[in-house]
């Protein structure tokens, strides 16, 4: 890796800021699609567009929507992440348009986590 310049330095410092919006107060909640190979080629540029659309017109000032690469579970893409402030994160996975839809409304508007699209709720990491 070459050295790093002051460049370089804001890009990360931006990236690290906007990643701890949803800890420090100015977002609500977190949604990352994971856009790898496997993810876009099982569907997740359909996700995203979805949410795109779902969040116009809609409070969405304090939902961050992002992209990740691959999480792992390539048999189970496209995959989206769910994080709510204060709550644990919540893996969906076998994602169609109309599950994306029923997870935004459900559980990014209302709280309500969708069991049965869930894999996962929880973290391996501490915050």
């Given at each position: 890796?070459?050295?790093?310049n002051?460049?370089?330095l804001?890009?990360?410092?931006?990236?690290?800021?906007?990643?701890?919006?949803?800890r420090?107060?100015?977002?609500?909640?977190?949604?990352?699609?994971?856009?790898?190979?496997?993810?876009?080629?099982?569907?997740?540029?359909?996700?995203?567009?979805?949410?795109?659309?779902?969040?116009?017109?809609?409070?969405?000032?304090?939902?961050?929507?992002?992209?990740?690469?691959?999480?792992?579970?390539c048999?189970?893409?496209?995959?989206?992440?769910?994080?709510?402030?204060?709550?644990?994160?919540?893996?969906?996975?076998d994602?169609?348009?109309?599950?994306?839809?029923?997870?935004?409304?459900?559980?990014?508007?209302?709280?309500?986590?969708v069991?049965?699209?869930?894999?996962?709720?929880?973290?391996?990491?501490?915050?």
């Amino acid at each position: 890796m070459g050295k790093l310049n002051i460049e370089d330095l804001e890009k990360i410092s931006q990236k690290v800021k906007k990643a701890n919006l949803l800890r420090s107060g100015s977002a609500r909640a977190k949604i990352t699609v994971h856009m790898g190979t496997c993810g876009i080629s099982a569907g997740a540029r359909n996700i995203m567009n979805v949410l795109l659309k779902e969040m116009e017109g809609k409070e969405s000032k304090e939902i961050i929507l992002t992209t990740s690469g691959c999480a792992g579970f390539c048999s189970r893409e496209p995959m989206a992440t769910v994080e709510l402030k204060g709550k644990p994160p919540v893996k969906y996975v076998d994602l169609t348009e109309e599950k994306i839809e029923k997870i935004f409304n459900k559980h990014v508007l209302n709280g309500e986590i969708v069991t049965e699209y869930a894999l996962s709720i929880g973290s391996e990491r501490e915050p």
